[in-house]
Structures are given as C-alpha cells and as structure tokens.
C-alpha cells in the first residue's frame, strides 16, 4: 500500500506519493494530469542507464510518447550551460515539444533542480513530475518547488519557484545509494526532527539499524514522516517569506562550508551535518538550550554516518561567505537556531565573533 | 497630468503610467514599492548612453542605490549567453544584491524581455520595473508579464511570466526614435484595434499625422488607450490560457515570416504587418469579413508607414515554420481571425492549403 501525502497550495496542489515500485506509475500519473501530449525525462549519466529505460516504458505503455534527454552526473554540470544543453536536446525532439509536454525529472537534488528550471523555463513553463532517486531528494529537493542552477559565486542563485504536478519516490531505488548519499539525506530527516518533530528523532534514533540497511518499509515510513513536514512548511509558506526560512536551519554556515571547501568536495549532507552542529553550539553559547540536546543532535548525526568535526575552516573566510548568501538582506546575516528539540526561531543579530564561536564545536 | 492604467491581476496587480517625463519618478516609484535596498538597471548599448545616467540619477536621489549593467542591442543579443553575462555583472554587484533588490529593464522590447527574464531568475525572483523606450515597447511587450529569450529553433522559447511590479512609460522618449521603430509600434496599435476596439482604429486614422510628428499629448493619449485593451486582457487571461491568445492576431504568421528572413532583417511590426494582412486575407476567404475592411486596415498600416506587400515568403517555408511555434498544439496550427473590426476568434482547421491562399495577397 502506497503512502500519499498532500502538498496543499491552492491551484498548485499536489500528491506526493511514496513506496516501493512507485516508478512504474510514471505513465498513468502523466497521463492522469489531463491533456498530455509527451513527456521528456530528463536524468544524469548516473541514474539515466538504471531507470532511464523503465521511466521511459513506463510512459510508453500509458500512451505517452516520451524521450531520454541527459547530461553529466555531478554538482558542477548544475549551471547554465547544462540547461543551454537540455533546451537544444528539447528543442530538438520530434515530434516537437509544445505546452502540453511533460518535463520528468528523474535523478538525485542536481537533477531535479536543473529539470525543473528548464520546465519553469521552456515555452515559459512546463508541467513537471518530480522521480526523486536519492535518499536526499525524496525528503528535500522533490517537494517544494524550488528549481535552480549555481552561478560561480554561489549555490542556487540561478533559479524558479515552479511546483511539480506530482511526485513519485520509490524508495526500492535507494537499495542501491551508496552510503555516503544516503547519510547525504538522513541529515535533512534529523533536521525535520529538530525544527518541527521530536518524535521524529526518537524514530530515528530507535530504527536506526533499520534505516542503514534501508528496509523499505521502514524507508516509506522514514520518507512519509519527512515529506510530511516539508508539506506543512511548504503549504503554509510557498516562496519562503517566513516560516519556510525554518527549513534552512545548518544551511547558513553547511552553505559556506560548500563553497569554502569547493562544491563536489563536501557532500551537502555533510556541510548542513557541520552547519547543524555549528548553530546547537552557537544556541547553547546564547542559553537557547541546554548543552544535553546538542548533544543528543551531534550524536544522532554521527550514527547515521554523518561528520560533527572538521578541520580547516576559518571562521574569517565562512562569515565572508555567509555575508554574499542570497539569504543575506543588506549585509546582514539570518540564522535559524533551536530555541529547544522541534522548534526554531530565526535570528538576525548574528556577528563574525558568535560565528567563530560556533565554528570552535567543529574542531576535531 | 500623467496618465494611469491598472493592471489587475489580484496580489501580482500594478499600475502603468504614462506621461512626457515619467521617467524621472523612476526613483520615488521603487522607494514606493516597499523594502527596496538597491536597484540594477539594465539597458543595452543603444540606450544606455541616452538615458542609463538619468534613470540612475532619479534612483540615487530617492535614496536607492543603483548601478548600470547593459549588454549589445540587437534581437542576436536577446539570448541565454546574454543573460549568463548579465548574471555575472548582478552578482558581481557591491554590496551584493538580494531579495530586496530591484531590476529596471531600460529600453525597447528586447531590453525588457531578457531584463524581465534576469528578474524573474535571479535569486528566484526578484521584482522589477519596465522603462520601455520604444512605442513597440510601450503598447505591447512592458504590459503582461512575458519574459524571455530567443532559442536557435525559435523566437521565445525559453522564458517565463513574471509580472513587473510598475511600469513608467515616459512619450517624451519617442521623440528620438527611428521612423521604422515608430512604425514597428504602431503595427501592435492596429492590431489592438482590430481585435479589441474599433473606436481606436478611426483614432489612428483621424490622428495619423500628429502621430507620425510623435506629438506628447496624441502619443500619450495612443499609448493609454492601447496600454488599456492589453491590460484587460492579460487582467482576464495572465497566462495565455483563453483570450490572451487574440493578441496573437497577425503573430502566428508573422512570426513565422521573421523566422524565415531572419531576425533583425525585419522588423517585429514590419513582420506583423504582413501577418495581419495576410490573416484578414484568410477572413475574407472563409467569409468571415467583407473585403472592405480588409482593405481598411491595410491601408491604415500602409499609412503608418508598413509593408503590406513581401516577395519571396515560400508558403512551403511559412508552414513549415508555423508548426514548430511554441504555440502550435501536437502539429496543430491555431490562427486568431477577424470575424468583424473589434473582434476575433481562434481557428484550429487551419491547413497548408488556407496559408498558401493567404499569403497570395503579399504578394507585390
């Protein structure tokens, strides 16, 4: 039995539907949308030989014509230039695209941004279908409507808020993630349970030999409890004007500890690990919470394979960062800390010395 | 006194304004719109040295930080690599811009789709104003929210909706444009009139030499009562999905004639000239309307200094062009018609056959 979870923003709703084997309902869940003519699935040189074909079939078989358009696996190909590429190949299809194709975004975080952007982009909008394939998409970048590319000087500066039409994550496919990808997305479920869920952290915390060996029941379980919060977040606030901001908690300083270290060189689920250790130790230096749940945070993230200690960031060269942070409002640095387990606040007095100060919990 | 127009479109709405001399409340307008930090006007290398330092200078005295960033004019330069540069001139920007920063698109059409296109994709949004500075521009491409650039294999193909947050919309501009980009305007202006508003047809005709001599208070007058049909329908229809398509009238193939002699070797309105000659053609061989008014309006473009008349449009060519149009449904061509001055409709028979006819009457 399928998992549904709702994502409710008015003439932009839609279904989030979770299991194992889920991808094989791609064709019936394009053709369902109404007044469908094709669908290009647009995937990475990864996922594109493992589910490229069954995407495809999958469409095929329920009556829509669909093509394979792909580009290079990696952080680095998020850019513009690769979305010059995937218009070319779009452009190119034949019978040619028109307003009633379907983009599939069928990948991990890079793929569904950049497949996204080019359907917020092409003929000035498609409607697309989000097939997370990592851990770390199914329980963050899938829902959400947040599309986007890098520019050289930083993460996601590129991009639309364009909703999918549906999303479908298989959790089958995580059998074969590595382990550090799967870590990748496990940092954005302790991040949930810290900024809206404790009970979700007592789950992870009791399944968590489960959860490493990815038992599928227990993974839908894990997803569903996820994308649920970020339904709820999403719902009650689509273009982050407010509470949406909460999601970004061990985003401010995991982002500067990306583009520090160089993107492709720090898993992003490393960097929010760190950046989350970072901001519990800089809420307990302001007596926001005690140092006994900063600790219980630390030591869930490292069960889960995830890194609490790094050598080598300047606290100079990560507040520089975070100043250029798109988030950042006329030089001015906004944090979201744990005001205690399952709440956040955001704050804007942050300065370059609490900063240094959060960084000292990450030496090693 | 200056003029008004509301654009209605429910938390997206904004007022157009229409004046000798608007643009020098460029300044006091951003201040207006609210947690304005600083501003980015893009212009491209023709207008820029006309007007760039006056839109600057009103944005600075109202206490708005402000800089110029332009790119080289031409239709060739309305593409993705453009934006790519503009990208980078934004984000090299200092202090950074962010979410509250404002883009002015400064300029003619081509100017305020890519500037558009930059707002719409930077940082995933950011509000903008359109300057336009080309009757083309005022009575057509600054109202409604289209935003884009060119693809190898077609004419806006890669864009987005995205509504300005005010347009300024100064006449006194118009007294230094060309003859031929006067007369490029002036074809949206018949087209406004045959689809939406006889009345402004006989306005035209009984004004056409104070028109031709860009007088302020005829222009102003024009620019209002155009601004004001295209307000109501985007009002009615924000995203082309019913009768937005009307101001398609003379577009589909009009476009296909741009393609076909190449951008930048005719004119927007010269191509749409021959367009709306051509469907009026087509309705009066349906029977749709007599060929008096037919006649009419060809000679009101011709008065305004258009061509009615083109050799060399290989039917064979325009069709061909015509079915790949974004706008074309699997293979399907969509013509809007006149069935009477002031009305029209979309026609979805239409044939290689209807076309061939059609373009018979541009013939010299």
């Given at each position: 039995m399928n998992r549904k979870v709702a994502v409710n923003l008015a003439e932009r709703s839609y279904t989030v539907t979770i299991g194992a084997g889920v991808l094989d309902q791609l064709g019936p869940t394009a053709a369902e949308m109404g007044d469908v003519q094709s669908a290009a699935v647009v995937s990475d040189s990864n996922v594109a030989p493992l589910y490229g074909a069954q995407a495809v079939e999958s469409l095929r078989g329920a009556g829509v014509g669909a093509e394979l358009i792909t580009f290079p696996a990696g952080e680095e190909h998020k850019s513009l230039a690769t979305c010059g590429h995937l218009y070319d190949a779009l452009f190119a299809i034949s019978p040619p695209i028109d307003r009633r194709t379907v983009v599939v975004a069928l990948g991990g975080g890079v793929v569904g941004d950049v497949a996204g952007f080019v359907a917020a982009t092409a003929l000035r909008g498609l409607r697309y279908i989000q097939c997370p394939t990592t851990l770390l998409a199914d329980v963050d970048s899938s829902v959400g409507g947040k599309t986007g590319v890098d520019h050289a000087t930083g993460k996601n500066l590129i991009g639309a808020f364009h909703q999918p039409g549906a999303v479908l994550i298989d959790v089958a496919l995580l059998a074969s993630l590595p382990d550090a990808e799967l870590a990748n997305g496990l940092a954005e479920c302790v991040k949930h349970g810290v900024i809206r869920d404790p009970a979700l952290l007592e789950f992870i915390e009791d399944r968590a030999e489960e959860i490493l060996q990815r038992r599928p029941d227990v993974m839908a379980e894990l997803v569903e409890r996820n994308v649920a919060i970020k339904a709820a977040v999403v719902s009650a606030d689509e273009r982050e004007a407010?509470?949406?901001?909460?999601?970004n908690f061990g985003h401010t300083i995991g982002h500067a500890v990306e583009v520090l270290v160089g993107y492709g060189k720090v898993l992003h689920g490393e960097a929010v690990s760190l950046g989350m250790v970072a901001a519990c130790a800089m809420a307990v230096a302001r007596g926001l919470i005690e140092a006994d749940p900063a600790r219980r945070v630390e030591a869930l993230l490292k069960r889960m394979g995830l890194p609490v200690r790094r050598e080598g960031l300047s606290a100079d060269a990560i507040w520089d960062i975070m100043l250029h942070d798109k988030k950042a409002r006329g030089g001015q640095v906004r944090m979201v800390l744990p005001v205690m387990l399952g709440q956040v606040a955001t704050f804007e007095d942050i300065t370059p010395d609490t900063v240094g100060t959060a960084l000292k919990a990450l030496r090693p």
């Open positions: 407010g509470q949406r901001e909460h999601l």
